[in-house]
């Protein structure tokens, strides 16, 4: 059974990879997040936006002692698409919650439904995990989609979260639980 945050798994195939992220990945991810529209739904204080240099964030994403979240990038015929997230790991209730944001142009090519039903497949199979949740801006159809498509279920709608903007964010939360019922 692995850990959650001391192993960092690669997860996938060739195809569609999710695995860490490399120096040689800098400019990747430094076009993601130089990209307003990924992050038109999303926390304002993202990890990798702290950095204003791609491949120091890269470097401070593994650092032993980082436990608050684990960054695996995701990878489509070995092209650098985006990044999939664990974070919220709560051990006592084997819960972690999940995101994903890619480069727009891989958009609407199914990558973030696969990426996530291998977040999934891994957590479920591979590690002691047994709620997967995530938080979603409600205008965020796409990511809505991507969720809907992995089995999870909208169980909140439009609960007040601090996402670092001036005023709360409405956010809907999703959950999956390894019986595939909400309530399990
Ligand atoms: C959300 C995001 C990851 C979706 O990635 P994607 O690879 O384009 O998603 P998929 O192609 O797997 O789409 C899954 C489903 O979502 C729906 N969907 C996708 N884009 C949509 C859109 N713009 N509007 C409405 N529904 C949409 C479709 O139902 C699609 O299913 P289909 O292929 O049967 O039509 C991507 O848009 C993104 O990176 N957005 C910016 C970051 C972000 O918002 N992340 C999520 C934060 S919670």
């Not at 990945?25 to 997040?33: N, Q, V």
């Not at 919650?97 to 890619?102: E, I, K, N």
């Not at 609960?159 to 019986?179: C, F, H, M, S």
Request: aromatic share 12%.
């Amino acid at each position: 059974m692995k850990k959650l945050f001391p192993d960092i798994p690669c997860i996938g195939s060739e195809h569609l990879m999710l695995r860490q992220l490399s120096p040689g990945d800098a400019a990747g991810l430094r076009e993601l997040t130089n990209s307003p529209e990924v992050y038109r739904y999303l926390p304002t204080f993202l990890f990798e936006k702290k950095y204003a240099d791609a491949e120091c964030a890269i470097r401070e994403m593994y650092d032993a002692g980082r436990k608050e979240s684990l960054i695996l990038g995701v990878f489509s015929d070995g092209a650098f698409c985006g990044l999939a997230e664990f974070y919220g790991y709560r051990a006592p209730l084997r819960k972690v919650s999940v995101g994903y944001r890619l480069l727009p142009q891989f958009w609407g090519r199914g990558i973030a439904t696969k990426a996530l039903a291998l977040m999934v497949g891994y957590l479920f199979n591979e590690t002691d995990i047994r709620i997967v949740t995530a938080s979603v801006m409600p205008k965020n159809r796409a990511s809505a989609g991507v969720l809907k498509k992995n089995g999870f279920h909208c169980v909140q709608h439009s609960v007040p979260e601090n996402w670092g903007y001036a005023l709360p964010t409405r956010a809907d939360k999703w959950i999956k639980t390894a019986a595939g019922n909400p309530r399990a």
